[in-house]
T-cell receptor, first 113, second 112 residues
Framework: GENVEQHPSTLSVQEGDSAVIKCTYS??????FPWYKQELGKGPQLIID???NVGEKKDQRIAVTLNKTAKHFSLHITETQPEDSAVYFC????????????WGAGTKLIIKP | DGGITQSPKYLFRKEGQNVTLSCEQN?????MYWYRQDPGQGLRLIYY???????QKGDIAEGYSVSREKKESFPLTVTSAQKNPTAFYLC???????????FGPGTRLTVL
């Protein structure tokens, strides 16, 4: 079955710098890769996603890149701000009728003032 | 306001007691999911339901039970058979044939 690995587990960056979180997946048939942000004590919220027919997608300070050949995808946050501090999860979807998401273990992003 | 509600936010129970966690959505979504989250780990799927009166086991269904009698409701019962029930429980929903899941605020269950 699908397996998603996420690195690093913790990332600390200076405010204003960029942050990059990487995920690898095992099932080459996966075609949907979302990124969720979870603030303390809350449920995850979708922040950006990408499908396997595109290589990059941007939304203001956030971007996601996908390398299908290498089976990895990354979240890029530029000009980081204190409100970016949270836990970020990547996921990949199985190519079957259940549309289940397989989740990475999460990255705790700390923005230092 | 459309969304997913989970209640209560915090729940305490004694060991050996069954407990039911509520999940309600008014998004008119067909599919609903229950996940368990432990510190430093990703989300693990407990049960999911794609249609009323039907549900399937996820990766860690042992010790849990669900029902889906109404489209908007998907309660989760944590039974006394669950060996380590203390965790953060998240409910999610999605439209049919979609990967995008919307999450509720979660319930933190502590078994004493």
């Amino acid at each position: 079955g699908e397996n998603v690995e996420q690195h690093p587990s913790t990332l600390s960056v200076q405010e204003g710098d960029s942050a990059v979180i990487k995920c690898t997946y095992s099932d080459s048939a996966s075609n949907y890769f979302p990124w969720y942000k979870q603030e303390l004590g809350k449920g995850p919220q979708l922040i950006i996603d990408i499908r396997s027919n595109v290589g990059e997608k941007k939304d203001q300070r956030i971007a996601v890149t996908l390398n299908k050949t290498a089976k990895h995808f990354s979240l890029h946050i530029t000009e980081t701000q204190p409100e970016d501090s949270a836990v970020y999860f990547c996921a990949a979807s199985l190519m079957d009728s259940n549309y289940q998401l397989i989740w990475g273990a999460g990255t705790k992003l700390i923005i230092k003032p | 306001d459309g969304g997913i509600t989970q209640s209560p936010k915090y729940l305490f129970r004694k060991e050996g007691q069954n407990v039911t966690l509520s999940c309600e959505q008014n998004l008119n979504h067909d599919a609903m999911y229950w996940y368990r989250q432990d510190p430093g780990q990703g989300l693990r799927l407990i049960y999911y339901s794609q249609i009323v009166n039907d549900f399937q086991k996820g990766d860690i269904a042992e010790g849990y039970s669900v029902s889906r009698e109404k489209k908007e409701s998907f309660p989760l019962t944590v039974t006394s058979a669950q060996k380590n029930p203390t965790a953060f429980y998240l409910c999610a929903s999605s439209i049919a044939d979609s990967n995008e899941q919307f999450f509720g605020p979660g319930t933190r269950l502590t078994v004493l």
